[in-house]
Structure formats: C-alpha cells, structure tokens
T-cell receptor, first 115, second 113 residues
Framework: AQKVTQAQTEISVVEKEDVTLDCVYE???????LFWYKQPPSGELVFLIR??????QNEISGRYSWNFQKSTSSFNFTITASQVVDSAVYFC????????????FGSGTRLQVQP | SQTIHQWPATLVQPVGSPLSLECTVE??????LYWYRQAAGRGLQLLFY??????ISSEVPQNLSASRPQDRQFILSSKKLLLSDSGFYLC????????????FGSGTRLTVV
C-alpha cells in the first residue's frame, strides 16, 4: 500500500521568508511518481511538478525548488522569498507505474504568507 | 489541447435527494478518469476510477456510485444524499498509457442540508 505523510498541517511565514514543506512517502514499488499540487482558495488543483523514482536530481523553477531523496523517502518543496500569492494548501502525492494509477495524496499543508 | 469540464460548480441539495455530477474531457482518447472528494479542511480521498467505458473501480464503500457511459464522460451519482456527502468533489483525468500526470477539473462544492 502507498502512503504520503505531510506532517505540517499549517505554516505561517512573513513575506520574503523561505519556507520548506515536507513530504514523506511509503511504497514497496521501485517505479513510482511523485507530485506536488497547489490548491488556492478557489479550490482548483494546480499542478506544480512530477518526478519519477529514477530521477533524483533536484529541480528549481523560479522561486520553487524540490529536493527528492530516496534514501529518506522524502520529496520536500521549498519556496524562496515567499509572496502573499503563495498562500494556499499544498499537496504532495504519489502514484504507481502500473495497476491502479490513481494519485494517493497527503493531507496537505496550509501555507499562510503574511504581508 | 486537452481540457476537462466539471459541473455544476456549486450545489445545495436536501438530505435524501438524488445527485448527478458530470465530468467530460476533450482532446484525448481513452483517458483514465477519477473522482475525488475533499471534506472541509481535509485531504483528497479517491472515490472511483475508470480505465475504460463501463469499467469502474470503487475505492471506498459509500452512498455514491459512478458510471462511464462514454469514453470521455464520467458521472458521479447518488440515489439519496446524506449529510456526510457534503464536500468538494473533483474530477481528474490522466493518459491511458504512461504516467504523465493528472489534470483536475475546477470542482463541485456540494452542501447537503
């Protein structure tokens, strides 16, 4: 069975601070995919990144960066110089390569960026 | 390009009434389709997924059912709504082959009163 844990329920930072959202996953499969989604107050899920289990290279996209470490089964997400528009709920998710490919989500982390 | 449509955006229904939420995908063939529910302040729970017409897998026992009458149409239904059915319902699709991500609809906020 797969499981995703986002231990941080809510984080509050002041604008321009850096913030890291933690994600720990469990799976017995050797091939799997990890995702991050952003859910703004409107409710729609916005795709941020997809990573496969064979690609441990860290990724940077503007102010966003992701640190994938198979040794600790973690896929953490860092926002540098946070902005008020970053306020949202962020979900980490996991899917398998075969069989049931539906996403298994973590419980989400609510990020509040104060001006 | 592919798009996903989900409606209605908001729905208020009395307890015991029926429900029908519809989701359609454009620009792709044979997609995998999913229904998720998000209770207030909670994470997303997979309700149903479908890999083809008439093929529905249920993840949790509940008061809901799903159908896929056409390749790119996914319907979530209930004969009699319960208060506990309130939540935010999201439809999603992914390519039938490979694992290239999931695209979500804009969601339906259902309140059962």
């Amino acid at each position: 069975a797969q499981k995703v844990t986002q231990a941080q329920t809510e984080i509050s930072v002041v604008e321009k601070e850096d913030v890291t959202l933690d994600c720990v996953y469990e799976t017995r499969d050797t091939t799997y995919y990890l995702f991050w989604y952003k859910q703004p107050p409107s409710g729609e899920l916005v795709f941020l990144i997809r990573r496969n289990s064979f690609d441990e290279q860290n990724e940077i996209s503007g102010r966003y960066s992701w640190n994938f470490q198979k040794s600790t089964s973690s896929f953490n997400f860092t926002i540098t110089a946070s902005q008020v528009v970053d306020s949202a709920v962020y979900f980490c998710a996991l899917s398998m390569d075969t069989g049931r490919r539906a996403l298994t989500f973590g419980s989400g982390t609510r990020l509040q960026v104060q001006p | 390009s592919q798009t996903i449509h989900q409606w209605p955006a908001t729905l208020v229904q009395p307890v015991g009434s029926p429900l029908s939420l519809e989701c359609t995908v454009e620009g792709t063939s044979n997609p995998n389709l999913y229904w998720y529910r998000q209770a207030a302040g909670r994470g997303l729970q997979l309700l149903f997924y479908s890999v083809g017409i008439g093929q529905i897998s249920s993840e949790v026992p509940q008061n809901l059912s799903a159908s896929r009458p056409q390749d790119r149409q996914f319907i979530l239904s209930s004969k009699k709504l319960l208060l506990s059915d309130s939540g935010f319902y999201l439809c999603a699709w992914s390519p039938g082959t490979g694992n290239y991500g999931y695209t979500f609809g804009s969601g339906t906020r259902l309140t059962v009163v």
